[in-house]
């Protein structure tokens, strides 16, 4: 079965071909991905319409392109797969779109598929596969959550952000930091230089004893900080600040994702979503799951983003578990808001 994913939940277009058959490993065939993030740049942040007509401009020259590369058809394809959601309502319609006329066009069947489970599937993609059942740490954009999963389609939630995200504590500390857009990796190259103990920074519910999170307390403390630094902060004051700051956040996550893995028995860890890609937060945990006789598994780096490759791999998954309703009838509808406990329903 060759699957031909959209992903245009944010400001990332991504269209991805993916090859998968029973019994055997899938493989990515080809990509594409065009990001926004200069567009966005100059205002510190996504702006939703702009963001939705440049992926009308980018999808079919993208697709295009992904079809040339792996020397295949438009007749080649036997599945089409989209972003239903989460993400940015018009941006989603773009992909949705697209994917559901080229497959009434084609006659193949159209597949929505919930943008944070191609984020967990992804690691599939990588040199080796993890199995199931699994516990998985989920980092990308505004969405920190640790999930069992027991197979596809079979997710249990335990813990999740009551208010900020890892992610948003990454760009919005960037931010208060005078850094570019976006944030994250611009924190993650200042830390590099900065000593993570110069600042005396909180950890919130590191010892709460459940599996949920809080990042909006740092975010304050660091701006109290800048503050304190006064208007020209020396370039060490900043890389340190910048360090403390990563620093705190993979305390957070390398703590309670250790404790999932404890208090479920299960040895193996995946992790998905663009914080995912961190250096420090891999070493940390990799690191901290040996400890414990566990192993983790990551997408490869290009796949921590968002990307065609894994709405492919997550439609294809769910065809060959037999949990999915796709339909090639022209109906379909995107979902902005879409907890991802939700797939588990009957």
């Known amino acids: 079965m060759i699957v031909l994913g959209f992903e245009s939940s944010c400001d ?42 440049d992926h009308i401009r980018r999808v079919l020259p993208l697709a295009r392109h992904v079809l040339a590369e792996a020397g295949l058809g438009l007749a080649d394809v036997d599945l089409v797969a989209y972003t239903r959601g989460p993400g940015l309502a018009g941006a989603l319609l773009v992909g949705a779109g ?24 992804s690691p599939v993609l990588g040199d080796t596969a993890p199995a199931f059942p699994f516990i998985a740490l989920l980092v990308s954009g505004g969405h920190t959550q640790l999930m069992r999963v027991e197979g596809v389609g079979r997710y249990a939630l335990l813990g999740e952000t009551i208010d900020d ?19 994250g990796p611009a924190l993650a190259r200042l830390a590099e230089a900065g000593d993570e103990r110069a600042f005396a920074l909180p950890r919130p519910l ?15 403390a660091v701006a109290t900080q800048v503050r304190k630094l006064g208007p020209a902060p020396s370039p060490q004051a900043r890389a340190d600040l910048a360090a403390g700051t990563q620093a705190a956040i993979v305390d957070v996550l390398v703590a309670k994702s250790l404790r999932a893995l404890a208090d479920s028995g299960l040895p193996r860890l995946v992790v998905a979503g663009g914080v995912g890609a961190n250096r420090r937060l891999r070493e940390r945990l990799t690191a901290g799951a040996a400890r414990i006789g566990a192993q983790v598994y990551y997408p490869p780096l290009a796949l921590c ?11 294809a998954m769910r065809v060959q578990a037999g949990v999915t309703r796709g339909t090639h009838d022209g109906a379909f509808d995107v979902r902005p808001r879409w907890p991802l406990e939700e797939l588990a329903a009957p």
């Open 206 to 220: 590191l010892h709460s004893g459940d599996l949920d999170f809080s990042f909006a307390g740092l975010k304050t």
């Open 98 to 121: 697209v994917a559901v006329a080229l497959g009434a066009a084609l006659g193949r069947p159209t597949l929505g598929v919930h943008h944070l489970e191609g984020h967990l599937l």
């Open 12 to 53: 990332e277009t991504g269209v991805a071909l993916v090859h998968a058959a029973p019994g055997a490993p899938s493989r990515l065939l080809a990509e594409a991905l065009h990001s926004q993030a200069a567009m966005h740049e100059a205002y510190g942040g996504v702006v939703p319409e702009l963001a939705s007509r």
């Open 165 to 183: 995200a890892a992610g948003e504590a990454f760009d919005k500390s960037a931010k208060l930091l005078g850094l570019g857009y976006p944030g």
């Open 305 to 315: 983003t968002d990307n065609g490759a894994m709405i492919a791999l997550a439609a």
